[in-house]
């Protein structure tokens, strides 16, 4: 079964840091694109970093551009997401997903249940 895993989300001041971190197992891993996604009460949901295995493209959001990090450690199946810098207009759920193919995509196959990021002022 494809299952991900996000986890390290908390508490932060405004200005502080948290990296996240996405598990994945049940698919190879090197074919597929990593997504971070956000979703802040009463907003849509927002797509802020992907990373692809398969060809290394990326996307970075601008409401992210020189704070948020994406990367990605084959090995341990895991990608993660450094955020610096952080804002309280920051604060919401965090997902990843997964999906066969290079950065940007429209459509992701798999999702990770979130984790909450809260940055306060």
């Known amino acids: 079964d494809v299952q991900l895993q996000a986890f390290g989300g908390g508490l932060v001041q405004a200005g502080g840091s948290l990296r996240l971190s996405c598990a994945a197992s049940?698919?190879?891993?090197?074919?597929?694109?990593i997504g971070w996604f956000r979703q802040a009460p009463g907003k849509e949901r927002e797509g802020v970093l992907c990373i692809s295995n398969r060809d290394g493209s990326r996307y970075t959001a601008d409401s992210v551009k020189g704070r948020f990090t994406i990367s990605s450690d084959n090995a341990k199946n895991t990608a993660y997401l450094q955020m610096d810098s952080l804002k309280p207009e920051d604060t919401a759920v965090y997902y990843c997903a997964a999906e066969n193919g290079g950065c940007p995509l429209t459509m992701w196959s798999y999702w990770g249940q979130g984790t909450q990021v809260t940055v306060s002022s």
């Open positions: 049940g698919f190879l891993f090197d074919d597929y694109a």
